[in-house]
């Protein structure tokens, strides 16, 4: 079979089933104050020719400004016809685009929106004859398919959404390409990014007549196609408008192909609307002029300072949200759980019990004699006593020194790594697989830019100081529950949580040159006040920078960093002694886990030179997904480092 004659049998797979609506119609309209309101409108069909199934109306659209914000300045109207054409005309910015998407977005608020915000008032008539999902379709600007689909599969996705769907699918894919000037052996097995623009511009055309589209708004459908592949197009609007009776509502700033679309030799209802530039007052201008925005406002982003406080804020403000109710929800659960634990176990039956097993015998050892009842219940007395006063105390300091521990060295970094993982490593490796994928790190070569220095230091830089901010605010509120929750259960009373949590927080730092000046000043005489956990937890801080100012006052030169606790310590006792210590060690692991996050990111986002828009949510998640392995595996050398501690 010859092309031309199987384009030609292939029309018959686009039935036109609808005819004149013969009863009144009205038009519903929105004002600018959002009132809706219904008024009969002569709406042309009585002058039709009923029985002509190429006169019937589809469509009709009026449009009439209403403020300065209008971007045309008179009143439009249009009606659209089976295989007719309507072309939009104006400059760029004169709301063509704005008023044909009234068409296929159906949606109700639309013209209200366009009301209160660009101050016009739009209204659209459809032939109520037509099923909602056969209206109006649209050929965007960029070719627009689903790429995670082949070409055949796009198609197949239209078709199953008819009313009807035709049973043998693979004959009405491969009637739909032919249609378009496509062929079906070779094309229909592509990829979206393996097309020209010319065939992404058919095989639009052809999702829109699968889905029986008796209008198709065609935006800007030449834009990016060389003169033969545009002309080529053009052509297949004109047979499918003559042969399919497929309405168009034109935009195009290309003369010469939108003569050959309207094509009035073959074609009928044409019809060019131009919208009109509207005439500005003194007070409108002003008052538009008042709302343009400063140069400076236009330009943020392109110094390196604007990237980074933009990352920053990002970082912190969208994270913290989640650090912090994440924290709060393990703080509890785990400082619950402990409490409770403690509170549980009894260990005054299990050590009279052994103490009446051992003394009976020694009793009787020394004296001869059996141990009296009387002798025994004042051991048990004694030992009882004994227990009251060692046992509290015990279980409050086992309590805080063991979550200050869990929480600082293991706990807080690691929650919030993984917590990040997503936040911070998703979010960047899906900023750089867009632009990966949208050219965008091309165009910053082509422009001497280094797309490391544009999009990679700036997002470390801010991550290496959100990372420990948000793992240390984490951190705080898991402790500070837990300073709570112990003394509900009995265990402790606040102000000894926040001296022990001190002490474990910040031991004296080993080292010779500092350990003669440090200074605990957290009391054990403090009131019970909340106000007590920020002396305590500053205290330590304090000795440190008071020790560092008095070493650097006196000769920095003389500083001695080896170890106390060893007479012959080296310069590796004195690295783990400092990398241990638990406020470096805490912040250590979270700046280490934040740059491993990002570096991963950066490695599998920009590992495809040729990524594509399909790519993307892959890249996101195998970054999310490597970076939290090696976070964890991270996790384990620290723990091993925190062996070596002596």
């Given at each position: 079979?010859?092309?031309?004659?199987?384009?030609?049998?292939?029309?018959?797979?686009?039935?036109?089933?609808?005819?004149?609506?013969?009863a009144?119609?009205?038009?519903?309209?929105?004002?600018k104050?959002?009132?809706m309101?219904?008024?009969?409108v002569?709406?042309?069909?009585?002058?039709?020719?009923?029985?002509?199934?190429t006169a019937?109306?589809?469509?009709?659209?009026?449009?009439?400004?209403?403020?300065p914000?209008?971007?045309?300045?008179?009143?439009?109207?249009?009606?659209?016809?089976?295989?007719?054409?309507?072309?939009?005309?104006?400059?760029?910015?004169?709301?063509?685009?704005?008023?044909a998407?009234?068409?296929?977005?159906?949606?109700?608020?639309?013209?209200?929106?366009l009301?209160?915000?660009l101050?016009?008032?739009?209204?659209?008539?459809?032939?109520?004859?037509?099923p909602?999902?056969?209206?109006c379709?649209?050929?965007?600007?960029?070719?627009?398919?689903l790429?995670?689909?082949?070409?055949?599969?796009?198609?197949?996705?239209?078709?199953?959404q008819?009313?009807?769907?035709?049973?043998?699918?693979?004959?009405?894919?491969?009637?739909?390409?032919e249609a378009?000037?496509?062929?079906?052996?070779?094309?229909?097995?592509?990829?979206?990014?393996?097309?020209?623009?010319?065939?992404?511009?058919?095989?639009?055309?052809?999702?829109?007549?699968?889905?029986?589209?008796?209008?198709?708004?065609?935006?800007e459908?030449?834009?990016?196609?060389?003169y033969?592949?545009?002309?080529?197009?053009?052509?297949?609007?004109?047979?499918?408008?003559r042969?399919?009776?497929?309405?168009?509502?034109?935009?195009?700033?290309?003369?010469?192909?939108?003569?050959?679309?309207?094509?009035?030799?073959?074609?009928?209802?044409?019809?060019?609307?131009?919208?009109i530039?509207?005439?500005?007052?003194?007070?409108?201008?002003?008052?538009l002029?008042?709302?343009?925005?400063?140069?400076?406002?236009?330009?943020?982003?392109?110094?390196?300072?604007?990237?980074?406080l933009?990352?920053?804020?990002?970082y912190?403000?969208?994270?913290?949200?989640?650090?912090?109710?994440?924290?709060?929800?393990?703080?509890?659960?785990?400082?619950m759980?402990?409490?409770?634990?403690?509170?549980?176990?009894?260990?005054?039956?299990?050590?009279?019990?052994?103490?009446?097993?051992e003394?009976?015998?020694?009793?009787?050892?020394?004296?001869?004699?059996?141990?009296?009842?009387l002798?025994?219940?004042?051991?048990?007395?004694?030992?009882?006593?004994?227990?009251?006063?060692?046992?509290?105390?015990?279980?409050?300091?086992?309590?805080?020194?063991?979550?200050?521990?869990?929480?600082?060295?293991?706990?807080?970094?690691?929650?919030?790594?993984?917590?990040l993982?997503?936040?911070?490593?998703g979010s960047?490796?899906?900023?750089?697989?867009t632009?990966?994928?949208?050219?965008?790190?091309?165009?910053?070569?082509?422009?001497?830019?280094?797309?490391?220095?544009?999009?990679?230091?700036?997002?470390?830089?801010?991550?290496?100081?959100?990372?420990?901010?948000?793992?240390?605010?984490?951190?705080?509120?898991?402790?500070y529950?837990?300073?709570?929750?112990g003394?509900?259960?009995?265990?402790?009373?606040?102000?000894?949580?926040?001296?022990?949590?001190?002490?474990?927080?910040?031991?004296?730092?080993?080292?010779?040159?500092?350990?003669?000046?440090?200074?605990?000043?957290?009391?054990?005489?403090?009131?019970?006040?909340?106000?007590?956990?920020?002396?305590?937890?500053?205290?330590?801080?304090?000795?440190?920078l008071?020790?560092?100012?008095?070493?650097?006052?006196d000769?920095?030169?003389?500083?001695?960093?080896?170890v106390?606790?060893?007479?012959d310590?080296?310069?590796?006792?004195?690295?783990?002694?400092?990398?241990?210590?638990?406020?470096?060690?805490?912040?250590?692991?979270?700046?280490?886990f934040?740059i491993?996050?990002?570096?991963?990111?950066?490695?599998?986002?920009?590992?495809?030179?040729?990524?594509?828009?399909?790519?993307?949510?892959?890249?996101i998640?195998?970054?999310?997904?490597?970076?939290?392995?090696?976070?964890?595996?991270?996790?384990w050398?620290?723990?091993?480092?925190?062996l070596?501690?002596?």
């Amino acid at each position: 079979m010859e092309p031309k004659e199987r384009v030609r049998k292939s029309a018959s797979i686009f039935p036109i089933p609808f005819t004149a609506a013969a009863a009144a119609t009205t038009t519903t309209t929105t004002t600018k104050h959002g009132k809706m309101a219904k008024a009969p409108v002569d709406d042309g069909y009585d002058d039709v020719k009923t029985a002509a199934t190429t006169a019937v109306p589809l469509v009709r659209l009026t449009a009439s400004p209403l403020g300065p914000k209008c971007p045309f300045g008179k009143p439009i109207e249009f009606t659209l016809r089976p295989g007719g054409c309507v072309c939009l005309k104006g400059p760029s910015g004169r709301g063509k685009t704005t008023l044909a998407s009234v068409l296929y977005e159906n949606d109700t608020t639309k013209a209200k929106f366009l009301s209160q915000t660009l101050d016009m008032e739009v209204a659209v008539r459809w032939n109520d004859d037509i099923p909602l999902r056969e209206r109006c379709g649209v050929l965007f600007q960029q070719t627009t398919l689903l790429d995670e689909l082949t070409v055949a599969g796009n198609l197949t996705v239209a078709l199953q959404q008819q009313s009807n769907p035709p049973t043998d699918v693979e004959v009405v894919v491969r009637q739909l390409l032919e249609a378009v000037g496509l062929d079906y052996d070779r094309d229909a097995s592509k990829r979206p990014t393996q097309l020209s623009g010319g065939m992404g511009r058919r095989v639009c055309l052809a999702l829109q007549l699968a889905q029986h589209k008796r209008v198709v708004v065609l935006d800007e459908p030449f834009t990016g196609l060389d003169y033969d592949a545009a002309v080529s197009v053009a052509k297949e609007l004109v047979r499918i408008r003559r042969e399919q009776h497929t309405a168009l509502v034109l935009i195009s700033h290309e003369p010469h192909l939108t003569k050959l679309v309207l094509d009035p030799d073959t074609t009928s209802h044409n019809q060019v609307v131009e919208l009109i530039a509207p005439l500005r007052s003194a007070s409108s201008l002003s008052s538009l002029d008042a709302k343009i925005p400063n140069h400076q406002s236009m330009c943020f982003g392109t110094r390196f300072q604007d990237r980074f406080l933009e990352r920053l804020m990002d970082y912190i403000l969208y994270s913290l949200p989640l650090i912090a109710l994440a924290f709060v929800a393990c703080g509890l659960a785990i400082s619950m759980l402990t409490a409770d634990l403690l509170q549980r176990l009894e260990i005054s039956g299990k050590v009279l019990g052994l103490v009446e097993k051992e003394v009976k015998p020694l009793i009787k050892m020394l004296t001869g004699e059996d141990a009296s009842v009387l002798q025994m219940m004042a051991i048990r007395m004694k030992v009882t006593g004994m227990l009251n006063q060692t046992v509290p105390p015990a279980k409050a300091s086992l309590y805080a020194i063991g979550l200050t521990k869990l929480f600082v060295l293991e706990v807080g970094p690691l929650l919030t790594a993984l917590l990040l993982c997503g936040r911070i490593g998703g979010s960047y490796a899906g900023k750089v697989g867009t632009m990966q994928a949208t050219n965008q790190n091309k165009l910053l070569r082509t422009l001497g830019i280094n797309p490391h220095w544009w999009t990679l230091w700036p997002s470390l830089l801010a991550a290496l100081l959100a990372s420990p901010l948000l793992t240390m605010v984490g951190t705080f509120l898991a402790l500070y529950l837990a300073g709570w929750v112990g003394p509900v259960y009995g265990i402790g009373e606040r102000v000894t949580f926040w001296t022990e949590l001190n002490d474990a927080l910040f031991p004296v730092l080993r080292l010779r040159s500092f350990e003669p000046f440090w200074n605990l000043p957290c009391s054990n005489e403090a009131n019970s006040n909340s106000s007590n956990f920020w002396t305590c937890a500053a205290s330590g801080t304090k000795s440190m920078l008071l020790a560092l100012r008095r070493l650097v006052s006196d000769d920095p030169t003389h500083m001695d960093l080896t170890v106390t606790y060893k007479i012959d310590g080296t310069w590796k006792d004195s690295i783990i002694e400092i990398a241990t210590y638990p406020p470096v060690y805490h912040l250590l692991k979270a700046k280490v886990f934040i740059i491993i996050i990002v570096g991963v990111a950066e490695c599998v986002a920009r590992s495809r030179p040729n990524l594509t828009p399909r790519g993307v949510p892959s890249v996101i998640t195998m970054s999310v997904v490597v970076s939290g392995l090696l976070v964890i595996l991270a996790d384990w050398g620290f723990s091993q480092l925190w062996l070596l501690r002596k």
